[in-house]
């Protein structure tokens, strides 16, 4: 689970119209609040979209150009260094309507460049004045006819290997720098190369619907959803174009979206049927369901989360996913949670614990921006005061999970390593021999698994399996 932030929307109540309402305009608010830290692009992206504040015939457009210039927003600003002398002192709006008309040039081909232009000058007038419009007409003919491709101007840069590979993934260098010293050059190349691609849609299949797995597939194929089994979970499809959230089976529960690395924490975790199990930090929902599809009509899902504002999410899932009679949803901070219960109360127990979200750069790329490595360490503290507050509630040979969306050492096994040193009633548990079989590239031991994203071409991902000794 990804580290908690509160942030605001800049949803408004009026829709806008004309140049406003159009994808390139709308692209440069969702960027410019989420270059000012204001808002995560995903829950700005869908604002955007659900109040219909762009065009239907710009939609995938607008989406395209939040999410691209967000994923080659490192290379695009070292490019628009380039160019602007003053580049802290301008305005994050316009730095913003600058880099999304970058993207444009340089990863768009399908693009003229004087329609770029044009349009980015009448934004830049309307959303400043007339003097903008003049700036941004001339810094974008200069800046593209300085470098005409992006390859002239990694070419023309002095580097060493690591801020080449920078530029060309748009990988910050601190993160190249890091990658390198944990895993060595040629990893690191192949986890920017991975970071870069195009995130797919992963949809998992009910429980209840397992047996109708291959009717599934062709039911979403046939409704535009193209899509193949995953290598790596059971009942997991991959979806190639588009998004299942808006199909029948989505809505009617037989289907739900959830990335295949992620499911793998509740798969290992493998509660029987009957259990009490505790998911202590279990926004947005998505392994509360899988929890408690685990654990059948007999068994029981307690879900925490801190946010208070989150647990409607987390509701709205195990209702659609028609599990919603055996999970308790409760406001609490999973590092407090031992006061809440007895020793030994539960079967099993899942800490997705809120992390740096490393693991999820291509999906989420927003991510990439400002990441503090002291955040690591700090993260680090919080993790091992949930685990610490959580393990005495697990009965004796119950099994615990340890999860991150990440891919550092100091929040994975680092972790793991501490607890363990101070918790001699704990050990490692293998998991099954058919998981290390499918997942041995990501096998840290045979209890531990760390998924790089070039892996599997899915999220980063990180689990853990612990066992309380009897």
């Known amino acids: 689970m990804e580290e908690r932030v509160k942030l605001k929307s800049a949803t408004h109540s009026n829709k806008p119209s004309g140049l406003k309402a159009s994808a390139r305009y709308q692209a440069m608010e969702t960027l410019n609040l989420v270059y000012k830290g204001e808002a995560f692009v995903n829950q700005e992206v869908n604002q955007v979209l659900s109040h219909s504040r762009v065009g239907d015939s710009d939609r995938d457009l607008y989406t395209r150009l939040v999410y691209g210039s967000l994923q080659f927003h490192w290379t695009l600003q070292e490019l628009l260094k380039q160019v602007l002398k003053r580049y802290k002192r301008t305005k994050k709006w316009l730095l913003a309507l600058l880099e999304l008309s970058a993207y444009q040039h340089y990863y768009l081909a399908a693009i003229p460049d004087h329609a770029i232009v044009d349009e980015a000058v009448r934004i830049a007038k309307k959303r400043g004045n007339q003097t903008m419009g003049r700036f941004t007409n001339g810094t974008l003919r200069n800046l593209f006819r300085t470098y005409p491709t992006i390859e002239d101007f990694i070419s023309q840069q002095a580097g060493d ?143 925490f989360d801190i946010a208070e504002n989150k647990l409607p999410l987390i509701a709205d899932n195990v209702k659609r996913m028609h599990v919603d009679s055996r999970v308790s949803i409760q406001q609490g901070d999973a590092s407090q949670l031992g006061e809440k219960f007895p020793e030994e109360s539960f079967d099993g127990i899942l800490v997705d614990a809120p992390c740096s979200g490393v693991g999820l750069f291509r999906r989420k790329p927003d991510t990439k921006l400002n990441k503090d490595f002291q955040d690591l360490k700090n993260l680090q503290k919080i993790q091992l005061e949930i685990l610490n507050n959580v393990s005495p509630l697990l009965k004796k040979a119950g099994r615990l999970v340890y999860s991150t969306c990440t891919i550092t050492a100091e929040e994975n096994w680092q972790v793991v390593e501490e607890f363990l040193a101070t918790h001699p009633d704990f050990a490692l548990k293998a998991i099954g021999p058919e998981w290390q079989e499918v997942l041995q590239p990501s096998l840290i031991n045979d209890a531990c698994l760390e998924i790089l994203p070039h892996h599997f071409n899915s999220d980063g991902f990180f689990v853990a399996l612990l066992e309380k000794q009897s």
């Not at 209840?208 to 959803?225: E, M, T, V």
Request: aromatic share 8%; proline share 5%; net charge negative.
């Open 161 to 303: 290997q690591a801020y080449v590979l920078s530029l060309e993934t748009s990988l910050p260098l601190d993160w190249v720098k890091y990658f390198t010293q944990r895993f060595g050059f040629e990893t690191t190349q192949q986890i920017a190369q991975a970071m870069v691609e195009p995130a797919q849609v992963n949809v998992r299949i009910s429980r209840n619907y397992w047996q109708d797995q291959d009717k599934i597939s062709q039911a979403l194929a046939d409704q535009g959803f193209p899509n193949q089994s995953s290598q790596i979970a059971p009942h997991q499809l991959k979806v190639k174009t588009g998004n299942p959230a808006h199909s029948e089976l989505f809505e009617k529960g037989v289907i739900t979206i959830q990335d295949e690395a992620a499911s793998l924490a509740v798969d290992i975790l493998n509660p029987k049927a009957g259990d009490r199990v505790l998911d202590a930090c279990a926004a947005p929902g998505g392994k509360t369901v899988q929890l408690a599809e685990y654990v059948g009509k007999t068994g029981q899902v307690l879900a």
